[in-house]
RNA sequence: GCGAAAGUGGCGGAAUUGGUAGACGCACCAGACUUAGGAUCUGGCACCGCAAGGUGUGGGGGUUCGAGUCCCCCCUUUCGCACCA
């Protein structure tokens, strides 16, 4: 055993040996309880950053702590390897998006292997591989003979001078990020899967998931959005037709003082016809962001479209308008708007004077009075009034009778509608699954068939920024129709990736499998019984990859309702992010490191300027370290200096998993002091150990003599079992970083131990009990560090001589009968202030306990002279005197 | 805008879920050891105050013997908003 902490000889020789025993590959083995715990796969996207060593620390903790615990563990990993980024390489290096590909995984790869994850990597898949990817082809085409997957219109941003599909991230302030051009939405033909079939089934399911954080769920709810209400139609005036609008809010029915519809609507497009000022506005309403968040923050604009609609109930006539804050993907595409009852209909309504009707009051009185002018919508529920036939009503009963009403005029119903949309797949690029379809001028949109998947993706291409690269390869475009056998021309768009991510965990069980998508190990496997993430895929993610699960299901594919039964939401980690515009009016990131920061008395930041031209640079506030806004931090120079253990405890040590995390490296000292001390702790006490464990072969009765140990002796152990207790506590909640914190308590608790005294009789008594303190408390500390800083704990476990390896040791068991206590410690309270403590035996009564508490000097100076009214006394805790 | 969370010393965080606020660390200060140290060890460290004591968990109210924890209102920050993954 080296004297220093060298963690380089330490980590080289940990990893090496779990290589050679093969000690994390994972085999089916019905007779022993499984547990698989996954952490999501990450985008090759270069290198780790720290939300990856953070994610993959609390897998590898959880991992290795439910080894201990005797379960059969699988932690597979894998690559998202499709997707946007490697095309921007590529467009940006002119290398092809796969080789880009292939180079980050293999040097994330060894990063990964370098930070000594208990990973099977046996098991290891990549999306971007014609034998995964075929799978998501396979499964579309099922779909599709399902009537799963459909094909519609939809609606994009297009960048007019590059010719281009953008993604979201890619439209910044409504241009074009490489062009600067102004983006227009259009209006392409994709496929949807209809996910909201399920959407019942997926939030009912959500109250099974005990083992899911109550936000992610709530979340979820709020997303798939059920709500009742009433479908009403609005007949045109010419008789030829209705407008369908949907409202939760039928009750406020007889307020409705005029109709909007999205800029896309039928009748928009009608209106605008004749009327090129309502037609400039139209398409002006078609340009800009897609993006639910845009839309909502932006101003509302509107305009009459001339038309008008005829109210079901009361006959009135309503003017028609067009307005920018209807979406047309979203119910009908079409609104009734109640001014006097919503909030967003009444800033409409005031910007243009459109008439106010109030039809609801309070029971409480507070709004009752129909008086101009006009503060704010009063949108709560209340009672009916001025709704004629339908006055005097609650909104239950409002509802149901207009409703009612409706259905017997054939204008309306009540219904269930959902938030929720259906998810479209199709993806205007390059580097993706193919979608498996042929388009035959004869036959229309024709299924690849199953014998002639996987539709290969050309790996040679290099995208330019003008198109999908796919619609310029006549190699993978001509084939002949699969019906007719006439030229046809192959499907060129792609899939969405979070497609591929869907499904990844079920493949984990059989990535070896070539004959189907999986097979009977699922069923061993699955579901995961620990899946962590970051918050951030709280819903897309985590929802995809539900249906698709109960997709498979449905097909005879699984006999699994729900894939994750545990979840963990890693908290992000964040850093400060720091731009410039550039020429073109598109924005430039800079790193953390490429600038100084200006701070306020306060802390805050009140500006930067770059390193390099010290120039002034924009602040863009603390956001999620990511590749396109520069504010990672390369955890590779922490490994290398301070090594991987170091780096994990130190990821741990800082904050719980769950929580936000603002990076900063300050105390990464700590925990490399820690481990360098726990190192030099065990070296000195090797021979203490030595002996330890020769008492115990011997037999001796030292391990539970301890009723004549010395207090100091059985003081530390108390003390360690204690921290046991908590660390064991805390493992369970995953409340890592308190374990961490145990861990040091422990450490501190066992430096502290004297050697004993030689001085006669004592002598041997306190030698054996000495000898068993620290080896027992060694042994635990090694054991709780295992899950954390696998690598020390190996090598100290080994050093010292403990049986066995020590990712194959228990977890250490809490000894109850060291915790015990003759006298209990309580705090004295007078009114609810800390006026001292009080010592009183553990078994004292209350009469006993209330005594000694008003006994007490400390106490009595603040109680003397006043009336005593109460007593409180809470077991074990405290007493407080109220006077 | 809508949905979901978070806010505790100079900093990261703890408080076993209504019972001693600040565990464990970082930084800092003082001391010891050393030829030297950015190594190691010992001690100190919420704020005001000489002390007694008082104040204190984003701000303002409330419930309770007792509130960081529960309730109401407000502020700030983060995450998500369907083509980043």
Redesign the pocket.
Known sequence: MQEKYNHRIVEQEAQEHWASTGAFRAIENSARPKYYCLSMFP?PSGKLHMGHVRNYTIGDVLTRYHRMRGFNVMQPMGW?AF???AENAAMANGVPPAMWTDENIAYMKQQLQALGFAIDWDRELRTCEPAYYRWNQWLFLRMLEKGIAYQRT?V??WDPVDQT?????QVIDGRGWRTGAMVEKREIP?YYLRITAYADELLAELDRLPGWP??VR??QA?WIGRSEGVEVAFPYEDGSGALKVFTTRADTLMGATYCAVAAEHPLATRAAEGNPQLAAFVEACKRGS????DI??MEKKGMPTGLFVIHPLSGEKLPVWVANYVLMGYGEGAVMAVPAHDERDFEFATRYGLPIRMVIASTTGAYETVAAPWIDAYAEYGVTVNSGAFSGLTFEAATDAIAAALEQKALGRKRVQY???DW?I???RYWGTPIPLIHCTECGNVPVPDDQLPVLLPEDCVPDGSGNPLDKRPDFLDVPCPQCAKPARRETDTM???VDSSWYFLRFACPDEDRAMVDERVRYWLPVDQYIGG??????HLLYSRFWTKVMRDLGLIGLDEPFANLLTQG?V?NHIFSRRNEKGGISYLTPEEVVVQHDAA?RVTGATSKIDQQPVDYG????M?K?KQNGVDPQGLIEEYGADTARFFMI????PE????W?D??V???S?FL??LWSFVYARKTTIDLGLDLRRMGTTARRDWSTAPLEHTGARREIHLNLK?AA?DME?H?F??VA?AC??IL?TLERISRPVHTGELELRGTTTYLEVVTEGTEILLSLLAPITPHIAHALWRAVGFAGDIVDAPWPEVDESALAQEEV?L?L?V????RG?IRVAKDADRAAIEKTALDDPGAR?FIDGQTIK?V?I?PG??V?V?I
């Open positions: 985008y998202d997707g946007l980024p939809g994009v941003n599909v953008l993604a979201n991230e994709m109550e936000r709530t979340m709020n897609i993006m639910e968040a909502a923050t938030r929720l949309r479209g199709s993806r205007q969405d990736t979070f918050i951030e895929h709280a819903i897309l992000m964040l802390g506030g603390i956001g999620t990511s396109s040590f800082t904050s719980p929580q936000t995390l603002e900063n300050a105390g000292e700590g925990a002091r360098r001390r908590q506590f909640r409340q970083n308190t914190s040091m308590k501190n410690e705090v309270q009114n609810g202030k800390l403590n100076r109460r409180v809470v805790r405290l407080n109220v």
